[in-house]
Protein backbone atom coordinates (compact mmCIF):
# COMPACT_ATOMS: atom_id res chain seq x y z
CA UNK A 1 0.00 0.00 0.00
CA UNK A 2 1.20 3.28 -0.79
CA UNK A 3 0.58 7.08 0.94
CA UNK A 4 1.10 10.33 -0.17
CA UNK A 5 3.32 12.28 2.28
CA UNK A 6 4.10 15.86 1.12
CA UNK A 7 3.61 14.93 -2.40
CA UNK A 8 5.63 12.07 -2.47
CA UNK A 9 4.44 8.92 -2.92
CA UNK A 10 6.09 6.96 -0.66
CA UNK A 11 5.58 2.89 0.93
CA UNK A 12 3.47 3.01 3.85
CA UNK A 13 6.27 1.72 5.90
CA UNK A 14 8.08 3.71 8.68
CA UNK A 15 11.39 4.00 10.80
CA UNK A 16 11.31 4.30 14.71
CA UNK A 17 13.50 7.98 15.15
CA UNK A 18 16.35 7.24 17.43
CA UNK A 19 17.10 3.88 18.90
CA UNK A 20 13.76 3.67 21.11
CA UNK A 21 10.36 5.02 20.36
CA UNK A 22 10.08 8.79 20.89
CA UNK A 23 7.90 9.88 24.10
CA UNK A 24 4.59 10.82 22.48
CA UNK A 25 3.71 12.96 25.63
CA UNK A 26 6.19 15.32 24.41
CA UNK A 27 5.63 17.97 21.44
CA UNK A 28 8.73 19.00 20.04
CA UNK A 29 9.09 22.62 18.82
CA UNK A 30 12.11 23.39 16.96
CA UNK A 31 12.09 27.16 16.74
CA UNK A 32 14.37 27.83 19.27
CA UNK A 33 17.17 26.26 17.20
CA UNK A 34 15.89 27.39 13.76
CA UNK A 35 17.08 30.81 13.27
CA UNK A 36 16.90 32.79 10.34
CA UNK A 37 19.81 30.92 7.60
CA UNK A 38 20.56 28.12 9.83
CA UNK A 39 20.22 25.92 12.82
CA UNK A 40 21.99 26.31 16.13
CA UNK A 41 21.43 25.01 19.89
CA UNK A 42 22.32 23.85 22.91
CA UNK A 43 23.99 19.75 22.40
CA UNK A 44 21.79 17.46 24.69
CA UNK A 45 18.44 20.21 24.98
CA UNK A 46 17.62 21.89 21.78
CA UNK A 47 19.42 19.87 19.23
CA UNK A 48 19.84 16.26 19.66
CA UNK A 49 20.70 12.94 17.17
CA UNK A 50 16.96 12.26 17.51
CA UNK A 51 15.83 16.21 16.33
CA UNK A 52 19.14 15.98 13.85
CA UNK A 53 17.81 12.69 11.98
CA UNK A 54 14.36 14.20 11.34
CA UNK A 55 16.18 16.87 10.34
CA UNK A 56 17.97 15.41 7.37
CA UNK A 57 14.88 13.16 6.52
CA UNK A 58 13.41 16.48 6.20
CA UNK A 59 15.79 18.24 3.76
CA UNK A 60 15.20 15.46 1.32
CA UNK A 61 11.94 15.99 1.13
CA UNK A 62 11.42 19.34 1.34
CA UNK A 63 14.34 20.03 -1.31
CA UNK A 64 12.89 16.93 -3.42
CA UNK A 65 16.40 14.75 -3.20
CA UNK A 66 15.44 11.18 -3.08
CA UNK A 67 17.52 9.38 -5.04
CA UNK A 68 20.19 12.45 -5.34
CA UNK A 69 23.37 13.21 -3.32
CA UNK A 70 23.45 14.90 -0.43
CA UNK A 71 26.51 15.96 1.18
CA UNK A 72 27.07 15.85 5.23
CA UNK A 73 30.23 17.19 7.05
CA UNK A 74 31.28 18.53 10.14
CA UNK A 75 33.33 20.30 12.51
CA UNK A 76 35.65 19.56 15.33
CA UNK A 77 33.12 19.46 18.20
CA UNK A 78 32.54 16.68 20.04
CA UNK A 79 28.58 15.97 18.66
CA UNK A 80 29.44 16.98 15.17
CA UNK A 81 30.43 13.10 14.45
CA UNK A 82 27.25 11.57 15.72
CA UNK A 83 24.97 14.22 14.50
CA UNK A 84 26.44 13.54 10.76
CA UNK A 85 25.58 9.96 11.08
CA UNK A 86 22.16 10.78 12.35
CA UNK A 87 21.82 13.29 9.22
CA UNK A 88 22.74 10.88 7.01
CA UNK A 89 20.67 8.46 8.32
CA UNK A 90 17.28 9.86 8.17
CA UNK A 91 18.18 11.34 4.38
CA UNK A 92 19.20 8.00 3.52
CA UNK A 93 16.08 6.59 4.92
CA UNK A 94 14.09 9.14 2.65
CA UNK A 95 16.01 7.57 -0.64
CA UNK A 96 18.97 10.30 -0.70
CA UNK A 97 22.41 9.10 -1.18
CA UNK A 98 24.73 10.12 1.28
CA UNK A 99 28.42 11.08 1.27
CA UNK A 100 30.27 11.85 4.41
CA UNK A 101 33.14 14.24 4.04
CA UNK A 102 34.02 13.69 7.71
CA UNK A 103 35.84 17.38 8.93
CA UNK A 104 35.06 20.30 6.79
CA UNK A 105 35.09 23.85 7.15
CA UNK A 106 31.95 25.68 6.29
CA UNK A 107 33.72 27.01 3.04
CA UNK A 108 34.77 23.20 2.34
CA UNK A 109 30.79 22.34 2.54
CA UNK A 110 30.15 25.26 0.12
CA UNK A 111 32.93 24.34 -2.44
CA UNK A 112 31.57 20.12 -2.47
CA UNK A 113 28.21 21.67 -2.96
CA UNK A 114 29.12 23.64 -5.76
CA UNK A 115 31.64 21.58 -7.61
CA UNK A 116 29.63 18.10 -6.87
CA UNK A 117 26.65 20.57 -7.55
CA UNK A 118 24.78 18.73 -4.67
CA UNK A 119 22.77 19.71 -1.42
CA UNK A 120 24.41 19.41 2.04
CA UNK A 121 24.81 20.16 5.55
CA UNK A 122 27.71 20.91 8.03
CA UNK A 123 27.36 20.23 12.08
CA UNK A 124 29.03 23.67 13.08
CA UNK A 125 27.71 26.17 15.81
CA UNK A 126 30.92 28.77 14.29
CA UNK A 127 32.40 30.64 17.18
CA UNK A 128 29.46 29.85 19.88
CA UNK A 129 30.98 28.36 22.95
CA UNK A 130 31.63 24.60 23.06
CA UNK A 131 27.73 23.57 24.50
CA UNK A 132 26.47 24.67 21.51
CA UNK A 133 26.09 22.69 17.51
CA UNK A 134 24.37 23.72 15.02
CA UNK A 135 23.41 22.62 10.91
CA UNK A 136 23.94 24.85 8.15
CA UNK A 137 22.25 23.49 5.04
CA UNK A 138 22.78 24.32 1.30
CA UNK A 139 20.96 23.64 -1.64
CA UNK A 140 23.49 22.76 -5.33
CA UNK A 141 25.61 25.01 -6.05
CA UNK A 142 25.53 26.16 -3.00
CA UNK A 143 22.50 28.17 -3.37
CA UNK A 144 21.81 29.09 0.47
CA UNK A 145 18.61 28.00 1.96
CA UNK A 146 17.12 30.15 4.79
CA UNK A 147 13.93 31.08 6.64
CA UNK A 148 12.19 32.14 3.12
CA UNK A 149 13.52 29.59 0.81
CA UNK A 150 12.77 26.16 2.52
CA UNK A 151 14.09 26.44 6.37
CA UNK A 152 11.12 27.10 7.71
CA UNK A 153 9.46 23.81 5.79
CA UNK A 154 12.16 21.49 6.95
CA UNK A 155 11.32 23.15 10.49
CA UNK A 156 7.61 21.89 10.35
CA UNK A 157 8.15 18.54 8.72
CA UNK A 158 11.15 17.60 11.31
CA UNK A 159 8.16 18.80 13.89
CA UNK A 160 5.64 16.34 12.28
CA UNK A 161 8.20 13.58 12.11
CA UNK A 162 9.31 14.21 15.58
CA UNK A 163 6.16 14.05 17.08
CA UNK A 164 4.64 11.25 15.35
CA UNK A 165 8.08 9.67 16.59
CA UNK A 166 8.38 7.93 12.60
CA UNK A 167 10.22 8.48 9.67
CA UNK A 168 8.21 7.19 6.38
CA UNK A 169 10.66 5.01 4.56
CA UNK A 170 11.54 5.93 0.75
CA UNK A 171 10.63 3.17 -2.12
CA UNK A 172 14.52 2.40 -2.05
CA UNK A 173 16.67 3.67 1.18
CA UNK A 174 19.65 5.54 0.09
CA UNK A 175 23.22 4.27 0.59
CA UNK A 176 25.51 5.79 2.86
CA UNK A 177 29.32 6.55 1.57
CA UNK A 178 32.37 8.54 2.56
CA UNK A 179 34.28 11.17 0.24
CA UNK A 180 37.24 13.92 1.42
CA UNK A 181 36.88 16.85 -0.89
CA UNK A 182 39.69 18.82 0.94
CA UNK A 183 42.60 18.37 -1.55
CA UNK A 184 39.84 19.22 -4.06
CA UNK A 185 39.58 22.39 -1.87
CA UNK A 186 42.85 23.32 -1.64
CA UNK A 187 43.50 22.39 -5.11
CA UNK A 188 40.34 25.13 -6.66
CA UNK A 189 41.20 27.88 -4.22
CA UNK A 190 45.33 27.90 -5.77
CA UNK A 191 43.78 28.20 -9.20
CA UNK A 192 41.84 31.32 -8.08
CA UNK A 193 44.98 33.13 -6.67
CA UNK A 194 48.79 32.23 -7.99
CA UNK A 195 50.59 32.66 -4.66
CA UNK A 196 53.79 31.01 -6.34
CA UNK A 197 55.18 34.11 -7.17
CA UNK A 198 55.19 35.95 -4.04
CA UNK A 199 58.15 37.48 -2.02
CA UNK A 200 58.51 35.15 1.32
CA UNK A 201 56.06 35.72 3.91
CA UNK A 202 55.92 34.90 7.54
CA UNK A 203 52.61 33.76 8.29
CA UNK A 204 51.60 33.93 12.35
CA UNK A 205 47.62 31.48 11.53
CA UNK A 206 45.56 31.70 15.10
CA UNK A 207 43.07 28.50 14.23
CA UNK A 208 41.46 28.80 17.36
CA UNK A 209 41.59 25.24 17.49
CA UNK A 210 38.98 25.11 15.19
CA UNK A 211 38.85 23.47 11.39
CA UNK A 212 41.87 26.12 9.63
CA UNK A 213 43.97 23.98 12.20
CA UNK A 214 43.14 21.54 9.10
CA UNK A 215 42.38 24.28 6.24
CA UNK A 216 45.64 26.30 6.72
CA UNK A 217 48.41 23.28 6.11
CA UNK A 218 46.14 21.71 2.89
CA UNK A 219 46.03 25.33 0.98
CA UNK A 220 48.93 27.63 2.51
CA UNK A 221 50.87 25.06 3.85
CA UNK A 222 53.09 21.86 1.73
CA UNK A 223 50.41 19.32 3.65
CA UNK A 224 49.17 18.32 0.35
CA UNK A 225 50.08 20.64 -2.45
CA UNK A 226 53.66 22.21 -3.19
CA UNK A 227 55.32 24.35 -1.06
CA UNK A 228 54.55 28.21 -1.23
CA UNK A 229 57.27 31.03 -0.42
CA UNK A 230 55.43 30.98 3.35
CA UNK A 231 56.59 30.57 6.58
CA UNK A 232 53.51 29.87 8.50
CA UNK A 233 53.72 30.11 12.44
CA UNK A 234 50.87 28.10 13.62
CA UNK A 235 48.71 28.91 16.85
CA UNK A 236 46.18 26.30 18.33
CA UNK A 237 45.80 24.10 15.29
CA UNK A 238 45.15 21.11 17.40
CA UNK A 239 41.30 20.39 16.36
CA UNK A 240 39.46 20.80 19.97
CA UNK A 241 35.70 21.82 19.94
CA UNK A 242 36.32 22.56 24.10
CA UNK A 243 38.01 25.77 22.66
CA UNK A 244 40.57 25.47 25.25
CA UNK A 245 42.71 28.69 24.52
CA UNK A 246 40.39 31.28 23.77
CA UNK A 247 36.74 31.36 21.96
CA UNK A 248 36.83 30.84 18.15
CA UNK A 249 35.29 34.42 17.73
CA UNK A 250 38.33 37.05 16.15
CA UNK A 251 35.03 39.71 15.93
CA UNK A 252 36.23 40.09 20.33
CA UNK A 253 39.50 42.14 20.32
CA UNK A 254 40.58 39.84 23.36
CA UNK A 255 40.18 36.68 21.35
CA UNK A 256 42.77 38.43 19.26
CA UNK A 257 45.49 39.32 21.82
CA UNK A 258 47.36 35.89 21.36
CA UNK A 259 47.87 36.42 17.56
CA UNK A 260 48.49 40.26 17.98
CA UNK A 261 51.48 38.96 19.99
CA UNK A 262 52.87 36.35 17.99
CA UNK A 263 52.81 38.29 14.93
CA UNK A 264 55.22 40.98 17.07
CA UNK A 265 57.37 38.43 18.69
CA UNK A 266 58.26 36.77 15.59
CA UNK A 267 58.52 39.78 13.15
CA UNK A 268 55.83 38.26 11.27
CA UNK A 269 54.42 40.14 7.89
CA UNK A 270 51.04 39.46 8.88
CA UNK A 271 48.93 37.42 11.46
CA UNK A 272 45.23 35.85 10.27
CA UNK A 273 42.41 34.32 12.66
CA UNK A 274 40.01 32.30 11.57
CA UNK A 275 36.48 31.33 13.80
CA UNK A 276 35.45 28.27 14.61
CA UNK A 277 34.49 27.16 11.18
CA UNK A 278 36.97 29.06 9.40
CA UNK A 279 34.41 30.68 6.95
CA UNK A 280 35.64 34.42 8.42
CA UNK A 281 39.20 35.72 8.52
CA UNK A 282 40.46 38.77 10.09
CA UNK A 283 43.96 40.13 9.68
CA UNK A 284 46.55 41.40 11.91
CA UNK A 285 49.65 43.63 10.23
CA UNK A 286 52.69 43.51 11.28
CA UNK A 287 52.48 45.94 14.33
CA UNK A 288 49.97 43.63 15.72
CA UNK A 289 47.12 46.22 14.54
CA UNK A 290 43.92 44.84 13.03
CA UNK A 291 43.42 45.72 9.49
CA UNK A 292 39.65 46.29 8.97
CA UNK A 293 37.28 43.83 7.41
CA UNK A 294 36.21 47.20 5.52
CA UNK A 295 39.61 47.32 4.03
CA UNK A 296 40.03 43.75 3.37
CA UNK A 297 36.86 44.64 1.29
CA UNK A 298 38.75 47.16 -0.20
CA UNK A 299 41.81 45.72 -1.33
CA UNK A 300 40.41 42.36 -2.62
CA UNK A 301 37.52 44.36 -4.44
CA UNK A 302 40.53 46.14 -6.22
CA UNK A 303 41.94 43.02 -6.97
CA UNK A 304 38.74 41.38 -8.57
CA UNK A 305 37.44 44.33 -10.06
CA UNK A 306 41.51 43.86 -12.07
CA UNK A 307 41.21 40.52 -12.91
CA UNK A 308 37.37 41.25 -14.35
CA UNK A 309 38.06 43.91 -16.39
CA UNK A 310 41.27 42.09 -17.91
CA UNK A 311 38.46 39.70 -18.64
CA UNK A 312 36.35 41.97 -20.65
CA UNK A 313 33.70 42.84 -18.02
CA UNK A 314 33.49 46.55 -17.71
CA UNK A 315 31.89 47.77 -15.14
CA UNK A 316 32.55 44.28 -12.63
CA UNK A 317 29.62 44.96 -9.57
CA UNK A 318 31.08 44.99 -5.56
CA UNK A 319 28.75 44.06 -2.88
CA UNK A 320 29.10 45.77 0.43
CA UNK A 321 26.72 45.94 3.14
CA UNK A 322 25.82 49.37 4.67
CA UNK A 323 28.01 49.17 7.28
CA UNK A 324 31.23 48.97 5.58
CA UNK A 325 33.17 51.88 5.57
CA UNK A 326 32.46 54.40 2.67
CA UNK A 327 35.81 53.81 1.91
CA UNK A 328 34.97 50.63 -0.22
CA UNK A 329 32.36 52.32 -2.28
CA UNK A 330 34.52 55.00 -3.12
CA UNK A 331 37.18 52.96 -4.37
CA UNK A 332 35.17 50.55 -6.12
CA UNK A 333 34.01 53.86 -8.46
CA UNK A 334 37.00 54.79 -9.06
CA UNK A 335 38.41 51.61 -10.22
CA UNK A 336 35.91 51.61 -12.49
CA UNK A 337 33.40 48.98 -10.48
CA UNK A 338 30.08 49.38 -9.68
CA UNK A 339 29.23 49.21 -5.94
CA UNK A 340 25.89 47.75 -4.83
CA UNK A 341 25.16 48.61 -1.39
CA UNK A 342 22.77 45.87 0.67
CA UNK A 343 21.47 44.80 4.25
CA UNK A 344 23.38 42.68 6.95
CA UNK A 345 23.21 39.13 6.43
CA UNK A 346 24.75 36.66 4.77
CA UNK A 347 21.12 35.59 2.54
CA UNK A 348 21.09 38.93 1.59
CA UNK A 349 24.50 39.58 0.09
CA UNK A 350 24.22 35.79 -1.78
CA UNK A 351 21.05 36.60 -3.05
CA UNK A 352 21.92 40.95 -4.35
CA UNK A 353 25.20 38.66 -5.55
CA UNK A 354 23.18 36.24 -7.76
CA UNK A 355 21.45 38.65 -8.95
CA UNK A 356 23.94 41.57 -9.64
CA UNK A 357 26.24 38.93 -11.38
CA UNK A 358 29.11 40.65 -8.73
CA UNK A 359 32.36 39.39 -8.83
CA UNK A 360 32.94 39.85 -4.98
CA UNK A 361 31.16 40.86 -1.69
CA UNK A 362 32.03 41.94 1.33
CA UNK A 363 31.25 42.34 5.06
CA UNK A 364 32.04 44.42 8.05
CA UNK A 365 32.00 40.97 9.91
CA UNK A 366 34.59 39.69 7.96
CA UNK A 367 32.39 37.41 5.48
CA UNK A 368 33.71 37.48 2.14
CA UNK A 369 31.61 36.37 -0.75
CA UNK A 370 33.53 35.63 -4.59
CA UNK A 371 31.29 34.44 -7.65
CA UNK A 372 34.14 32.38 -8.24
CA UNK A 373 32.99 30.32 -5.13
CA UNK A 374 29.45 29.64 -6.21
CA UNK A 375 28.92 33.12 -4.58
CA UNK A 376 29.54 31.62 -1.37
CA UNK A 377 31.81 33.40 1.43
CA UNK A 378 35.18 31.86 2.31
CA UNK A 379 37.68 33.44 4.16
CA UNK A 380 40.64 31.50 3.35
CA UNK A 381 39.95 32.75 -0.17
CA UNK A 382 39.98 36.27 0.70
CA UNK A 383 43.32 35.71 2.80
CA UNK A 384 44.78 34.49 -0.10
CA UNK A 385 44.15 37.79 -2.00
CA UNK A 386 45.48 39.68 0.79
CA UNK A 387 48.01 37.67 1.00
CA UNK A 388 48.71 38.19 -2.75
CA UNK A 389 48.11 42.22 -2.64
CA UNK A 390 51.50 41.74 0.77
CA UNK A 391 53.57 39.92 -1.49
CA UNK A 392 53.80 41.48 -4.48
CA UNK A 393 54.64 44.23 -3.55
CA UNK A 394 57.53 45.31 -0.98
CA UNK A 395 55.66 47.46 1.90
CA UNK A 396 54.86 46.18 4.82
CA UNK A 397 51.15 45.43 5.48
CA UNK A 398 50.33 48.51 7.68
CA UNK A 399 51.60 50.68 5.07
CA UNK A 400 49.44 48.72 2.11
CA UNK A 401 46.49 48.88 4.76
CA UNK A 402 46.32 52.73 5.25
CA UNK A 403 45.20 53.44 1.68
CA UNK A 404 41.83 51.72 2.28
CA UNK A 405 41.42 52.95 5.22
CA UNK A 406 40.85 57.16 5.14
CA UNK A 407 38.29 57.06 7.83
CA UNK A 408 37.78 56.53 11.54
CA UNK A 409 35.05 54.12 12.46
CA UNK A 410 33.81 53.82 16.02
CA UNK A 411 33.45 49.74 15.25
CA UNK A 412 29.84 48.32 16.44
CA UNK A 413 28.72 49.44 20.16
CA UNK A 414 25.70 47.63 21.43
CA UNK A 415 23.02 49.20 24.25
CA UNK A 416 20.55 47.48 25.70
CA UNK A 417 17.53 48.79 25.64
CA UNK A 418 14.17 47.70 25.68
CA UNK A 419 12.13 50.08 23.71
CA UNK A 420 14.58 50.17 20.67
CA UNK A 421 12.39 52.03 18.32
CA UNK A 422 11.69 54.93 20.91
CA UNK A 423 15.86 55.41 21.36
CA UNK A 424 15.96 55.71 17.54
CA UNK A 425 13.23 58.09 17.24
CA UNK A 426 15.26 60.66 20.17
CA UNK A 427 17.79 59.97 17.87
CA UNK A 428 16.30 61.41 14.84
CA UNK A 429 14.69 64.64 16.66
CA UNK A 430 18.03 65.23 18.19
CA UNK A 431 19.13 65.28 14.67
CA UNK A 432 15.94 67.05 12.82
CA UNK A 433 18.36 69.64 12.66
CA UNK A 434 21.65 68.83 10.86
CA UNK A 435 22.18 68.61 7.22
CA UNK A 436 21.81 64.75 6.79
CA UNK A 437 19.76 62.26 5.19
CA UNK A 438 17.79 59.44 6.31
CA UNK A 439 17.61 55.94 5.13
CA UNK A 440 16.40 53.13 6.59
CA UNK A 441 17.37 49.99 4.70
CA UNK A 442 18.36 48.36 7.55
CA UNK A 443 17.53 50.18 10.80
CA UNK A 444 18.54 53.62 10.26
CA UNK A 445 21.58 55.50 8.52
CA UNK A 446 22.26 58.76 9.13
CA UNK A 447 24.68 60.76 6.76
CA UNK A 448 25.79 63.98 7.00
CA UNK A 449 25.33 65.53 3.16
CA UNK A 450 28.90 67.41 3.93
CA UNK A 451 30.66 63.97 3.90
CA UNK A 452 32.07 64.46 7.36
CA UNK A 453 29.96 61.92 9.14
CA UNK A 454 27.55 58.68 8.75
CA UNK A 455 26.05 56.29 11.62
CA UNK A 456 23.50 53.52 11.85
CA UNK A 457 21.17 52.64 14.15
CA UNK A 458 20.04 48.59 13.91
CA UNK A 459 17.80 46.93 16.41
CA UNK A 460 19.07 42.96 17.16
CA UNK A 461 16.16 40.64 16.15
CA UNK A 462 17.38 38.36 18.54
CA UNK A 463 18.56 40.60 21.95
CA UNK A 464 17.39 43.54 23.20
CA UNK A 465 20.46 45.69 21.87
CA UNK A 466 20.33 48.69 19.73
CA UNK A 467 23.34 48.55 17.50
CA UNK A 468 25.29 51.57 16.86
CA UNK A 469 28.21 52.02 13.61
CA UNK A 470 29.79 55.26 13.01
CA UNK A 471 32.59 56.53 11.02
CA UNK A 472 33.88 59.77 10.20
CA UNK A 473 36.08 62.07 8.04
CA UNK A 474 38.59 62.17 11.55
CA UNK A 475 38.85 61.13 15.38
CA UNK A 476 37.51 64.06 16.89
CA UNK A 477 34.07 63.87 14.39
CA UNK A 478 33.53 60.42 15.35
CA UNK A 479 33.97 60.78 18.87
CA UNK A 480 31.88 63.61 18.94
CA UNK A 481 28.86 61.80 17.16
CA UNK A 482 29.48 58.90 18.88
CA UNK A 483 28.97 60.27 22.16
CA UNK A 484 26.30 62.51 21.67
CA UNK A 485 24.22 59.16 19.76
CA UNK A 486 24.84 56.91 22.93
CA UNK A 487 23.92 59.59 25.16
CA UNK A 488 20.70 59.90 23.64
CA UNK A 489 20.27 56.18 23.20
CA UNK A 490 20.99 55.37 26.39
CA UNK A 491 18.72 58.61 27.56
CA UNK A 492 21.65 59.80 30.03
Not at 159 to 179: K, S
Not at 255 to 261: E, I, M, V
Not at 285 to 294: L, W
Request: with cysteine; net charge negative; glycine share 10%.
Amino acid sequence: MWIKTHGYLTPHCHRKIGAVTSDQTKTFDLSASFKAYDVRGIVGESITAEIVEAVGAAFVDILQLEGQTVLVGGDMRPSSPEFSKAFANGAATRGANVQLLGLISTDELYFACGSLNAAGATFTASHNPAGYNGIKMSKAGAVPISSETGLKEVQALAEEYLNTGTIPEAQTRGQIGVQDVLKDYAEYLRTLVDLSGSRPLKIVVDAGNGMAGLTTPAVLGDALLPQLPFQIVPLYFELDGSFPNHPANPLEPENLRDLQAAVVEHGADIGLAFDGDADRCFVIDENGNPVSPSAITGMVARREIARAKAQGEETPAIIHNLLTSRAVSELVEHDGGRAVRTRVGHSFIKAVMAEEGAVFGGEHSAHFYFRDFWNADTGMLAAMHVLAALGEQDGPLSELGREYEPYVSSGEINSEIEDKAAAVERVRQDFASEDLTIDTMDGSTFTANDGSYWFNLRPSNTEPFLRLNAEAVDLATMERVRNRVLSLVRGQ
